[in-house]
């Protein structure tokens, strides 16, 4: 005999930072929340991904769940200097004051693998239902809701899915969604390292264009709480996997940081950044929402990933307790149809911004000049060292007509 499957009113699937974000969003509305997760309770994610965190995001934490973005940024770290150097030669630095400590920062950075323990925490604690090894494999939606199935078999029905299950979002694909853009052309290779206390440095964000010492080769040093964020952009032509791995990896590694760093590698990655969004940020029913890397993925130049999956994860809360309160079915569906609309032009913002930023990381000819004028006249012009030391980020602008969400 068939179990009858268990039913919620609304169901989020993916216990990533986004999911977590949009059950706390729920939780504050007073609205049960129930999470169902592939990974097992106690996972180790591999790689820390997201360590920038914006106010914005800290923000949204603070409405949801209060007391967790002071948490987070008191566990992170946030830099006062930043530097740029143009082929070895510094050509921009500003120091800033120290962040109120009575105030959120305006970031804070630390590995996603402790966001996510901190928002795992604040779920728990606000009463978040996990349903842990639950694989989504079979979705379907309907005008009255939408239905999951496990790998286990288990059966899920729900009036309201937010999926936030990341770039392979099986509900996405189950409900036929697809997604538009590109991939960049270049080849990144992103190392964290953990501190190293016999040979400590400066916590400054540091851009290096062309640094002398890796063959020319563009190099980004972020710090977050326990390490740094180490990443290379390749040239056209090397090999990805060889100098991300093994003596080659510890070789380029030692031309850009102390010796002892080359030892205490984290995790080391290769990236080819895709640049793309939903074509819908809802199902054809307006039932199933779709919400961060689900609905779309960005260059990480300018951190705009996670900081826009969040707000995402709380329109999407947003939108689903409308759409429950209201005994107006047309409401409903315009409540989730306001979502994927705001969110899907924020995120195609987002994109755009993201893709400036990777533009001015691979330069064309005349894009190149400008860029040696710019450094050879930034000892005279402040205004050249900012736009070298901005420019790898992209725009720092705010998705057109969005006043509450700022990413
Ligand atoms: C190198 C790098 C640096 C980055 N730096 C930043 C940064 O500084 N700031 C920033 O904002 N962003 C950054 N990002 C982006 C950020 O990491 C992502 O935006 C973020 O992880 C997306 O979170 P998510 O919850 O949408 O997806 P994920 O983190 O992928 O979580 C998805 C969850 O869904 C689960 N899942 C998947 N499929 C299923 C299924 N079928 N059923 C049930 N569960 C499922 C997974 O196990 C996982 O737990 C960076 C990314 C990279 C790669």
Redesign the pocket.
């Known amino acids: 005999m068939t179990r009858p499957p268990h039913h919620r009113p609304v169901i989020v ?7 977590m974000s949009a059950a706390l969003s729920l939780r504050a509305l007073d609205r049960p929340a129930t999470v ?4 097992e309770q106690d996972r180790l ?1 591999p790689g820390s ?5 914006h106010r914005a995001t800290l923000e949204v934490f603070e409405r949801s769940s209060p007391g967790l973005a002071g948490d987070l940024a008191a566990h992170g770290l946030v830099w006062q200097t930043k530097r740029t150097f143009y082929a070895g030669r510094q050509v921009f630095a500003r120091t800033y004051p120290p962040p109120e400590p009575t105030a959120l920062p305006h970031f804070t950075s630390l590995p ?1 693998v402790e966001t996510e323990r901190y928002l795992l925490q604040a779920c728990k604690a606000a009463g978040v239902e996990f349903a842990w090894n ?4 079979h979705v379907s939606s309907g005008v009255d809701g939408v239905e999951l199935t496990t790998g286990a078999g288990d059966r899920w029905t729900a009036e309201y899915v937010i999926a ?8 996405r694909k189950a409900l036929g969604v697809t997604m538009s853009g590109s991939r960049s052309d270049g080849w990144y290779v ?1 190392v964290d390292v953990e501190e190293n206390p016999t040979e400590p440095l400066p916590a400054e964000r540091v851009f290096h264009y062309a640094h002398p010492a890796v063959g020319g080769r563009n190099v980004l040093l972020v710090p977050f709480a326990g390490g740094w964020r180490v990443d290379l952009q390749l040239h056209d032509g090397d090999d990805p996997v060889r100098l991300s791995e093994g003596a080659d990896l510890r070789r380029w590694l030692r031309a850009v940081l102390p010796p002892g760093y080359a030892d205490r590698v984290a995790w080391a ?1 290769t ?1 080819q950044f895709l640049q793309v969004v939903a074509d819908d940020f809802a199902d054809r029913h307006r039932r199933a929402l779709f ?4 609905a779309h993925l960005f260059a ?1 130049f300018g ?7 969040v707000p995402d994860a709380d329109a999407a809360a947003t939108a689903v307790h409308v759409a429950l309160s209201t005994g107006v079915p047309a409401r409903a569906r315009a409540a989730v149809e306001d979502f994927s609309i705001s969110r899907r032009r924020a995120a195609l913002f987002n994109r755009d911004a993201a893709g400036t930023a990777l533009a001015h990381l691979r330069p064309d000819a005349a894009q190149r000049t400008r860029l040696e004028e710019a450094a050879r006249g930034a000892a005279d012009d402040d205004r050249l060292g900012h736009w070298l030391d901005t420019a790898p980020y992209g725009p720092r602008d705010i998705p057109p007509g969005n006043t509450i969400y700022k990413y």
């Open positions: 699937v993916g216990a990533g930072p986004v999911g169902l997760e592939a990974g994610r991904r997201a360590i920038f965190v996603q639950a694989e989504v494999t936030a299950d990341g770039s392979h979002s099986a509900v992103v990655s990236y919400t961060g890397e689900a990480p951190a705009r990933g996670m900081n826009s999956g």
